[in-house]
């Protein structure tokens, strides 16, 4: 209850991934609410549970994807309609008829032309053989009352508040970008203590996981962003329903790469505590600095999550995406301090000074990409 009421909080309090669920349920309900007093009171038909069924499931998640799935959902009744109809023909018997039509029909189901709207033959085909009016005019009237709730269903998913999934975008890169920088906090927070092990690494090996999954939501979001506008731009520009400032698709591969240079330096990390390995961590004055410009480069993360939610992640505009400019000239000192370290671990081993310079490397890379040109292209 705790759950539902905090949503329902977010819902009333503005626009987000809450209330487009309920604005999207509602739709739905009202689908099924027109397409029953069409077919039912206006039309009297006698098979009205066709129209509201199928209106309640086309209330997809944009308005393509309604389009798409009434083509196909339409297919799989009429076909199921008709084998249903026909097997009762052939056998006269109910039984007899769903031994030979739901097999069938089941493996209709997997065609990928149905995409997943096949199961909808098969169910059909319950319905009608139940119903046990197998005529001319009980499949006619199944067929149209089907056609009816899938335009009924169309119709008020593209006319009323056509979905528009934008805003999700920008909602899962700041949220990226926010996880991006508890990580490289964490990480640093725990190289300041001496006593970290394979245990810490181990925790910041699931943390890097959770930036796959988290990436793996923004491309998925993106996909559903671009489908959320085919055929529907120029009349949810007309509403002014399509925000401008939503983050380019460059950034979603920007961070691609951000959280990959975070998952090598983790596996360097990994592999310098491991106790079969001949590479070993850098001393502890080497760690402390990595620790200080892993910290600041958590900070610039978190800096640009902000931007994403409270100003659109809009680059065009200087002072809000400027770079803190003393937390630059510390990460340059660090940086020097680190490479002069780099050169005194090189008489110490090779192993011990490739995981140094591993790690220097991964923390420019993400340095280069979150604060602008980075060191190896100002220096």
């Known amino acids: 209850m705790r759950t539902v009421a905090e949503a329902a909080r977010r819902a009333a309090r503005g626009p987000g991934r809450e209330r487009d669920l309920l604005v999207q349920s509602l739709k739905a309900a009202a689908a099924a609410l027109l397409a029953w007093t069409v077919a039912d009171e206006w039309l009297g038909d006698p098979m009205a549970l066709m129209a509201p069924w199928v209106a309640v499931v086309l209330v997809q998640a944009t308005v393509y994807s309604s389009l798409r799935q009434a083509a196909q959902q339409f297919a799989a009744i009429c076909v199921g309609t008709l084998l249903a109809s026909a097997a009762q023909v052939l056998t006269g018997n109910i039984l007899a008829a769903l031994a030979l039509s739901v097999p069938v029909l089941m493996l209709l189901a997997n065609w990928r032309r149905f995409g997943d709207q096949g199961i909808y033959a098969t169910t059909t085909a319950l319905f009608t053989l139940a119903s046990e009016t197998v005529t001319t005019s009980a499949i006619s009237h199944r067929v149209a009352q089907a056609a009816l709730g899938a335009?009924?269903?169309?119709?008020?998913?593209?006319?009323?508040?056509?979905?528009?999934?934008?805003?999700?975008?920008?909602?899962?890169?700041?949220?990226?970008?926010?996880?991006?920088?508890?990580?490289?906090?964490?990480?640093?927070?725990?190289?300041?203590?001496?006593?970290?092990?394979?245990?810490?690494?181990?925790?910041?090996?699931?943390?890097?996981?959770?930036?796959?999954?988290?990436?793996?939501?923004?491309?998925?979001?993106?996909?559903?962003?671009?489908?959320?506008?085919?055929?529907?731009?120029d009349w949810l520009r007309a509403f002014h329903r399509v925000p401008l400032d939503v983050p380019a698709a460059d950034e979603d591969e920007r961070w691609s790469r951000i959280t990959g240079h975070v998952a090598a330096l983790i596996r360097a990390l990994a592999v310098s505590v491991d106790g079969e390995r001949t590479a070993g961590p850098p001393d502890g004055a080497a760690l402390h600095r990595y620790a200080r410009l892993l910290a600041l480069l958590g900070e610039a993360c978190h800096r640009e999550s902000r931007w994403l939610l409270e100003l659109g992640g809009r680059r065009d505009d200087a002072e809000a995406y400027g770079t803190d400019r003393r937390a630059e000239a510390t990460m340059r000192e660090l940086h020097e301090a680190l490479q002069t370290s780099l050169r005194d671990h090189a008489g110490l081993g090779a192993p011990r000074a490739a995981v140094l310079g591993t790690l220097l490397l991964q923390a420019e890379n993400i340095w280069a990409e979150t604060e602008g040109p980075g060191p190896a292209r100002r220096s």
């Open 151 to 233: 335009v009924i269903g169309v119709a008020v998913n593209a006319l009323v508040l056509p979905p528009v999934h934008l805003r999700d975008v920008r909602e899962n890169l700041a949220a990226l970008a926010q996880e991006t920088g508890d990580v490289l906090a964490d990480i640093a927070e725990d190289l300041r203590h001496d006593d970290w092990d394979a245990s810490n690494a181990a925790h910041w090996s699931r943390a890097s996981a959770r930036l796959a999954r988290r990436l793996d939501d923004l491309r998925a979001a993106r996909g559903w962003s671009q489908e959320s506008l085919r055929l529907t731009t």
